[in-house]
């Protein structure tokens, strides 16, 4: 009988105690540190954690965990620290301070993006904490349009905009194989910078027809990523038909009266020429026969 009450008596106090030591346990976690602040998409981010409570030993064995979800991967380990709580030396600080370093997808959205944290014990004692994690967007956007088109030529004149808050280098326009457009020449053209809020204009000899065209830009942004957004454009070749710019204007009658006139003058002229070439070498011609003609008399005498 005194068995079975030493039994029931120690289970009781291990409830308890175990109760106890959870209800008094009091942990918080913040972040501390996030560099760099703000983060780019595609780079990697060092955050610094502090979960304070741990000198309690009531709290048992306390677990700090990484709960990893889009944007953010853990570069090494498995994002779970565990301590022994009570275990701090006197005259330190009693926080646990964890970091961990992340790798941002390149997809991340700009401004706050939430990571998520667990924190526990061996007890019952289980929280959850979601901390905004910077990161400045460096994507951008273009809008295309067809600009112009030379039916004679056949040189199709695009127009794109910026209508990002990112600056693009490096901007290339690729035209790949399609029905909608033959390209006559290089199928890329290399643009350059294009500062946002920007537009420029490109060109491609080709002969395009009624309906969509793909391009393919291509750009680098602050990062040094090249990155590939495809884009479509209509092409309706009614906007580009019997406009003022290629009409042929009739010519003048005075145009025609001004030519046969200006014919007139050089005919004159040249006929004038000839004449006086013609004149001046008779003249050449008879004072050499003259003197000729002196010298030979002079010998006869």
């Given at each position: ?113 939430e990571l998520e944290v667990l ?173 000729h003609h002196e010298e030979h ?5």
């Amino acid at each position: 009988m005194k068995k079975s009450v030493n039994v029931l008596l120690v289970l009781l106090v291990v409830i308890f105690g175990a109760g106890f030591a959870s209800a008094t346990c009091n942990l918080d976690v913040a972040l501390i540190n996030q560099d760099p602040y703000p983060v780019r998409p595609g780079d990697s981010v060092e955050v610094v954690l502090q979960l304070s409570g741990v000198s309690d030993p009531g709290c048992g064995i306390v677990t700090l965990e990484i709960v990893e979800d889009f944007p953010f991967s853990l570069e090494s380990g498995d994002g779970k620290t565990v301590v022994r709580s009570g275990t701090y030396s006197k005259g330190y600080k009693s926080e646990l301070v964890a970091p961990y370093r992340f790798l941002v997808d390149e997809g991340a959205i700009d401004g706050n993006n939430e990571l998520e944290v667990l924190y526990y014990t061996n007890g019952d004692l289980s929280l959850t904490e979601k901390f905004n994690i910077s990161v400045e967007d460096v994507l951008t956007d273009f809008e295309i349009s067809v600009k112009d088109y030379n039916l004679e030529t056949h040189i199709i004149t695009f127009e794109i905009l910026n209508i990002g808050e990112n600056d693009a280098e490096a901007l290339t326009i690729d035209v790949p194989k399609q029905e909608n457009l033959e390209i006559k020449g290089s199928s890329r053209n290399i643009v350059g910078s294009l500062d946002a809020s920007e537009d420029t204009i490109f060109t491609f000899e080709a002969i395009p027809h009624d309906g969509e065209i793909g391009l393919e830009v291509l750009y680098t942004d602050e990062t040094n990523t090249r990155r590939t957004i495809s884009k479509k454009v209509i092409f309706d070749s009614s906007y580009f038909e019997d406009r003022k710019a290629n009409e042929r204007t009739p010519l003048s009658g005075w145009f025609y009266v001004a030519l046969v006139l200006v014919l007139v003058i050089l005919i004159y002229w040249y006929r004038e020429r000839r004449r006086r070439k013609k004149k001046k070498e008779e003249y050449k011609r008879m004072h050499s026969s003259s003197e000729h003609h002196e010298e030979h008399s002079s010998k006869r005498r």
